[in-house]
T-cell receptor, first 112, second 114 residues
Framework: AQTVTQSQPEMSVQEAETVTLSCTYDTSENNYYLFWYKQPPSRQMILVIRQEAYKQQNATENRFSVNFQKAAKSFSLKISDSQLGDTAMYFCAPAAGNMLTFGGGTRLMVKP | DTAVSQTPKYLVTQMGNDKSIKCEQNLGHDTMYWYKQDSKKFLKIMFSYNNKELIINETVPNRFSPKSPDKAHLNLHINSLELGDSAVYFC?????????????FGSGTRLTVV
């Protein structure tokens, strides 16, 4: 069974600043994928970024980037130049063992 | 074009009733899932189907029965609804069991049992 820990239940950041959301996980798989999903108040689950565990290079997607440390089983999300529209719940989710397992989420508030 | 569509979006019903939630995807994916999100926003997998075959059946009461008539559809039927079943139910799909390209979610069905 996989476990996913997001140690920051809530965070806030000023508009245009940078924020990092942390995530650690545990899996016995060697080949897997990792995702960050965003859930705004509309409740839609939106894929933010994905990382392949066998790739050492950290994924980036515009203002979003990850710091993936495979040995430490750590997968943090960095949001640069935060925007008001980034206000949402963020979920870390490794995909292994034929399913996506979610962390408890971090509620991010971007303040003007 | 909605990639994963769920109906209904909202469902309010009385305890003891039976209800169904329908899900359809037009992405050509071969794997579909049902997730439950509780009031604390925690998301937990319930079922997954790959090419109409049940792959994952987590510890879910027998009152919940998924049905996959074809690869593009995965419906969820719930018998004898209880107050504790109130939650948001998400359908999702992916290509392959590992979901390498990511999982695409429907917009969710908020079920309220009164």
């Amino acid at each position: 069974a996989q476990t996913v820990t997001q140690s920051q239940p809530e965070m806030s950041v000023q508009e245009a600043e940078t924020v990092t959301l942390s995530c650690t996980y545990d899996t016995s798989e060697n080949n897997y994928y990792l995702f960050w999903y965003k859930q705004p108040p509309s409740r839609q689950m939106i894929l933010v970024i994905r990382q392949e565990a066998y790739k050492q290079q950290n994924a980036t997607e515009n203002r979003f980037s990850v710091n993936f440390q495979k040995a430490a089983k750590s997968f943090s999300l960095k949001i640069s130049d935060s925007q008001l529209g980034d206000t949402a719940m963020y979920f870390c989710a490794p995909a292994a063992g034929n399913m996506l397992t979610f962390g408890g989420g971090t509620r991010l508030m971007v303040k003007p | 074009d909605t990639a994963v569509s769920q109906t209904p979006k909202y469902l309010v019903t009385q305890m003891g009733n039976d209800k169904s939630i329908k899900c359809e995807q037009n992405l050509g994916h071969d794997t579909m899932y049902w997730y439950k999100q509780d009031s604390k926003k925690f998301l937990k997998i319930m079922f997954s189907y790959n090419n109409k075959e049940l792959i994952i059946n987590e510890t879910v009461p027998n009152r919940f029965s998924p049905k996959s008539p074809d690869k593009a559809h995965l419906n969820l039927h719930i018998n004898s609804l209880e107050l504790g079943d109130s939650a948001v139910y998400f359908c999702a799909s992916s290509q392959g069991l590992q979901g390498a390209s990511g999982y695409t979610f429907g917009s969710g069905t908020r079920l309220t049992v009164v």
